[in-house]
């Protein structure tokens, strides 16, 4: 099946062109003498794939293969490690489309329980993507951000480590389809990867969760050889032009992150999805079992109380039992009764931009992040729930950039919302991610692989507004440049259009990049 993927159909204009591209791209990268913080993100900015040639490559049909995983392995030589040496960080790796973040969050939070009161492990890692506010949310340590003097440090140190290599060996050509020289320095993502397991190493931890960013198979956390435990939440179509449009495709991907040796779990897939994860289950060796909802979860208050994530704590609790099982053999596990630590972890996990209710004066902000159709119905379903027992006109926040597929999700959420027995939005805004009207995005928040005409001429928010309006004649729709501005319409809804003992009732959902922009202007914090 993997042959789907393989490059195909490369016209020589296409190729030129990205070998011409690549060439500027290598050439304009940043040269950093400062070393702060904010140098470092702006490092890390000019190591993003520009749209150009990220639109070269898909035209080109150039999508992740083997090669990203042989220049990872690399990378990872060039700054002093072998993929061997990753197991003294006994990786939990984690893969699905949905839930897989709260799932890697369930894992570190049980973790740290058992490293606050019995010290193994001693200190537990988490890896994820995107970011909400700040950049070094992605690397955490007992279940805090680094701080911005590590992430500076560890970052330079990398940036260092892997200039005097390619100083010192000379270039590597890996990708035989381009011909050319690997870049000095990995993209934006993969940098962040190797960076956290230098990071990591350095700073003596010795269990870490490590959620995938796109698929598994060619994902860059895949070099890891010999994880703890192999765990792949819920399946479904996104990001089809790296993983393929058909669930089997999307599967073979995701199941790439199961190794002979490691246990591996998933939980109850579509029967497309299963077959596809249990043959290459059984391609490895590698015993998968399929989990239901773990009965020891009865009076455990899962937040929020929904199947969805009573199925993510399930896959996260057979997770960490594995890790501890082998840090640990002395851990008493009862089949029948969770110990402490696993219902503190899962009682207290902090995983922001999910399912979060804020109140504000006469709004009450409603934030879940969610990316494909079927996230967004089950924010919308959550969203109606949490509505029930209020009343006040529904406004709605929203956007997705740089994914046509986006605006066929917004039927879905109308029909999740009506379902639900509640009225429709009368207020709809989509906005793009830029994040303040007047200084544009946070330093963090820079993106250069969108299409930067499409994103001023708000191009994508146009479309969703005609599809919503064609949906609800009766809505009340507009687009707005920000994401600041979008917050401050429906702020002033609150002053003029809600009654006594009402309350906007707005829901922000689609990109996490918006979700995350959001909440730094709600709450006016730098990260979390």
Same mark, same amino acid.
């Given at each position: 099946m993997h042959h789907a993927f393989r490059c195909a159909g490369l016209y020589a204009f296409d190729i030129h062109a990205i070998k011409t591209l690549n060439s500027i791209f290598r050439r304009t990268m940043a040269s950093q003498s400062g070393r702060?913080?904010?140098?470092?993100?702006?490092?890390?900015n000019s190591l993003q794939t520009p749209y150009a040639i990220v639109e070269a490559r898909r035209k080109a049909g150039i999508r992740p293969d083997a090669a990203s995983i042989a220049e990872m392995q690399v990378y990872l030589r060039r700054i002093g490690y072998a993929p061997s040496d990753l197991k003294r960080l006994n990786i939990v790796h984690v893969a699905g489309t949905k839930g897989k973040g709260s799932t890697c969050a369930f894992t570190a939070s049980i973790l740290s329980q058992y490293q606050k009161s019995r010290s193994v492990p001693s200190r537990v890692g988490l890896f994820t993507s995107p970011h909400l506010i700040a950049v070094r949310e992605r690397i955490k340590i007992n279940g805090n951000s680094v701080s911005e003097e590590l992430?500076?440090?560890?970052?330079?140190?990398?940036?260092d480590k892997l200039g005097e290599a390619e100083e010192r060996d000379g270039q590597t050509v890996v990708d035989q389809r381009l011909g050319i020289p690997m870049p000095t320095r990995p993209v934006y993502s993969r940098y962040l990867t190797l960076m956290s397991y230098h990071l990591y190493f350095q700073e003596g931890v010795d269990c870490a969760i490590y959620e995938t960013g796109i698929g598994g198979e060619f994902d860059a956390t895949n070099i890891v050889e010999n994880p703890v435990a192999s765990g792949i939440s819920s399946l479904g179509i996104d990001h089809v032009f790296?993983?393929?449009?058909?669930?089997?495709?999307?599967?073979? *991907?995701?199941?790439?992150?199961? #190794?002979?040796?490691?246990?591996? $779990?998933?939980?109850e897939q579509v029967p497309e999805a299963a077959k596809v994860l249990q043959e290459r289950a059984n391609e490895k060796g590698v015993a998968l079992k399929v989990l239901d909802v773990d009965p020891r979860l009865k009076g455990v208050k899962i937040r929020p109380d929904a199947l969805f994530q009573k199925k993510n704590a399930s896959l996260a609790i057979a997770l960490a039992e594995a890790v501890m099982r082998k840090l640990d053999p002395n851990t008493s596990l009862d089949p029948s009764q969770l110990p402490e630590q696993f219902v503190n972890g899962l009682e207290q996990v902090v995983w922001r931009g999910?399912?979060?209710?804020?109140?504000?004066?006469?709004?009450?902000?409603?934030?879940?992040?969610? *990316?494909?159709?079927?996230?967004? #119905?089950?924010?919308?379903?959550? $969203?109606?729930?949490?509505?029930?027992?209020?009343?006040?006109?529904?406004?709605?926040?929203?956007n997705q950039q740089g994914r046509d597929e986006a605006v066929h999700f917004l039927e879905g959420m109308l029909s999740s919302l009506k379902a639900q027995g509640q009225g429709p939005f009368e207020h709809v805004v989509f906005c793009s991610n830029v994040t303040y009207a007047e200084t544009g995005y946070k330093r963090d928040f820079v993106n250069y692989q969108y299409d930067p005409a499409a994103v001023k001429a708000l191009t994508a928010q146009r479309a969703f507004a005609e599809k919503?309006?064609?949906?609800?004649?009766?809505?009340?729709v507009v687009v707005l440049p920000t994401i600041e501005d979008a917050i401050n319409h429906v702020r002033a809804l609150g002053k003029t259009e809600v009654g006594e003992k009402e309350t906007i009732q707005a829901l922000i959902t689609g990109s996490l990049h918006l979700v995350g922009g959001a909440l730094s202007i709600l709450e006016g914090v730098d990260a979390f």
């Open positions: 702060t913080y904010n140098d470092a993100i702006d490092a890390l992430f500076a440090r560890y970052f330079f140190e990398v940036w790296a993983l393929g449009n058909t669930i089997e495709q999307i599967a073979w *991907h995701k199941a790439g992150i199961m #190794k002979t040796g490691s246990p591996a $779990f998933t939980i999910r399912c979060e209710v804020k109140v504000e004066g006469p709004v009450v902000w409603h934030v879940d992040g969610a *990316h494909t159709v079927d996230s967004l #119905k089950m924010a919308t379903r959550w $969203f109606a729930g949490e509505c029930a027992q209020r009343t006040g006109p529904k406004a709605l926040i929203f919503w309006s064609a949906l609800d004649p009766q809505a009340k």
